[in-house]
């Protein structure tokens, strides 16, 4: 980008040094002081160009929508006239509809937020369920959405010899599909039914998995319990291998190991989120789109 600066947080600093290199951007450092009362303090650089992009994933994201807040307005009052967030994981897109009265819809209050602090929000695989595009979630002039579908299956090719895709519930179809289409691979999409945050029953659709290497494939990953039970039913029905490739490692600290124990082989992950999984980088990709923005 010509004459334009990408504002990091210092813990994402890697990422945003990467990406900065990347995109041709100037990087330039948010400084932050907390407070013993909880508050803290941001610092923005005190010269910042007409075009600024922020980098902040939005995993753990209650004190972060705070930080976007103090910096959005202040970048304004600093004279950004363009202000691109690159959120690579989107928090609060979950909770799209109030199924009892008086339940918060998170989705679109935080979609307007966003909308009113930022000209430009890049995001990648957004957790949309009943709504089909981003822009219907985050009304600025421009929202995009990044799949992380085609690096994933690319990843699935290159460690499995014709690997048989599966997603572990009907949300994860999209993605799935769209991995499986690019490599002309098999795939099947299974049917979960949640009891609780950690208590889910899967499905599987009809389908041969004797003998198969699966990829089960989705967009986040939290408690690990949806991965564990396909994976469970995955070997039982005879499946060679079982691995899991995912978007979002919003792993707790139990996830990992749900995982492994249930028998998978290897968890693999984008950097949307800093992980010890993480095997493909969605960098580039953001990088590309920053340079299309400016076409």
């Known amino acids: 980008m010509v004459d334009a600066s990408l504002l990091y947080f210092k813990s994402e600093a890697s990422a945003a040094l990467n990406l900065a290199r990347l995109a041709d951007l100037k990087p330039q450092l948010i400084e932050r002081h907390d407070f013993p009362d909880g508050e803290f303090k941001l610092q923005l650089p005190s010269a910042l160009p007409s075009r600024v992009v922020l980098l902040h994933s939005l995993d753990r994201p209650n004190e972060k929508l ?83 579908a085609p690096i994933l299956g690319d990843l699935a090719v290159q460690k499995r010899v014709n690997p048989f895709l599966v997603g572990p519930d009907e949300e994860s179809a999209q993605w799935v599909a769209q991995a499986a289409k690019l490599h002309q691979l098999d795939y099947a999409v299974a049917t979960k039914l949640r009891l609780g945050d950690r208590s889910v029953d899967i499905q599987l659709p009809s389908m041969n998995a004797e003998g198969r290497a699966v990829v089960l494939l989705d967009d986040i990953a939290s408690s690990g319990y949806t991965l564990a039970r396909a994976a469970e039913l995955l070997l039982k029905a005879g499946a060679a291998t079982v691995d899991v490739a995912v978007t979002h490692a919003l792993f707790d600290d139990q996830a990992e190991a749900v995982i492994i124990k249930s028998g998978v082989s290897q968890i693999w992950t984008t950097d949307c989120i800093p992980h010890a999984s993480n095997a493909v980088s969605v960098l580039p990709l953001i990088a590309q789109t920053l340079s299309l923005m400016e076409t």
Not at 79 to 88: A, C, D, E, M, N
Not at 89 to 108: C, H, K, T
Not at 112 to 127: G, M
């Open 66 to 148: 705070i930080e976007l807040l103090f910096t959005a307005r202040t970048a304004r009052q600093l004279g950004v006239q363009h202000l691109t967030l690159v959120s690579p994981y989107l928090a609060y897109m979950r909770q799209d509809i109030a199924f009892v009265p008086g339940e918060v819809v998170s989705q679109r209050i935080v979609g307007d937020l966003l909308a009113s602090l930022f000209d430009a929000v890049i995001t990648v695989d957004p957790h949309l369920h009943r709504v089909s595009k981003l822009e219907e979630v985050i009304p600025a002039e421009h929202a995009i959405t990044i799949s992380a």
